[in-house]
């Protein structure tokens, strides 16, 4: 069972709506990471957090915003996103800054129509 | 730029029947990791291998890394409607990125 939950699993939003991804980790992990998954493209790292401090981010668009209020809760923020920013939004967690073992959520279906 | 290949991009295998799934790279890997992923949900970290030659298994799922590290092969054992999902391999590459591969769909047919 994984320690890592997202909410909300699926998400359907307009353009010039503005919404947020929560994810939860229950691991005591210091590392949290926001992926995102297109259809037949490989995954994507899109940001990275150590220790409430973002210590990566991969040329992602303004239009997605994170948030690390504490090592245990991580936000995406989005607002005025294009269509093909759908996706599978994948978050995950490590015990520190480093690719070994991250634990992955169950993801959120974003579709913006 | 590195990239990940991943072969075959999807695979039908009858229930009970062996199969593999390889991961290869221009360039040498610093470690190679294996997830699973269930249709539309999150992934479920498998195995790392680091070392050139190195092999390990969990249950019927056994990875190789080869002595170059510049491919990986996935070999599932007596398959199982469990085993079915997408495999995904994800690498270590020199600047402490990560990049993953296009994923291997698996479909086992009862």
């Known amino acids: 069972e994984t320690g890592v939950t997202q909410t909300p699993r699926h998400l359907v939003m307009g353009m010039t709506n503005k919404k947020s991804l929560k994810c939860e980790q229950h691991l005591g992990h210091n590392a949290m990471y926001w992926y995102k998954q297109s259809a037949k493209k490989p995954l994507e790292l899109m940001f990275v957090?150590?220790?409430?401090?973002?210590?990566e981010n991969n040329s992602v668009p303004s239009r997605f915003s994170p948030e690390c209020p504490n090592s245990s809760h991580l936000f995406l923020h989005l607002h005025t996103l294009q269509p093909e920013d759908s996706a599978l939004y994948l978050c995950a967690s490590s015990p520190w800054v480093t690719t070994y073992e991250q634990y992955f959520g169950p993801g959120t279906r974003l579709t913006v129509t | 730029s590195q990239e990940l290949e991943q072969s075959p991009q999807s695979l039908i295998v009858q229930e009970g029947k062996n199969l593999t799934i390889n991961c290869t790279s221009s360039?040498?890997?610093?470690?190679l990791y294996w997830y699973k992923q269930k249709y539309g949900e999150g992934l479920i970290f498998l195995m790392m291998?680091?070392?050139?030659?190195e092999e390990k298994s969990h249950e019927k799922i056994t990875a190789k890394l080869d002595e170059k590290k510049q491919q990986s092969s996935l070999h599932i054992t007596a398959s199982q409607p469990s085993h079915a999902g997408i495999y995904l391999c994800g690498a270590d590459i020199k600047d402490d990125k990560i990049i993953f591969g296009k994923g291997t769909r698996l479909h086992i047919l009862p």
């Open positions: 360039k040498t890997l610093y470690g």
């Open positions: 957090y150590s220790l409430e401090e973002r210590v």
């Open positions: 291998l680091q070392k050139g030659g």
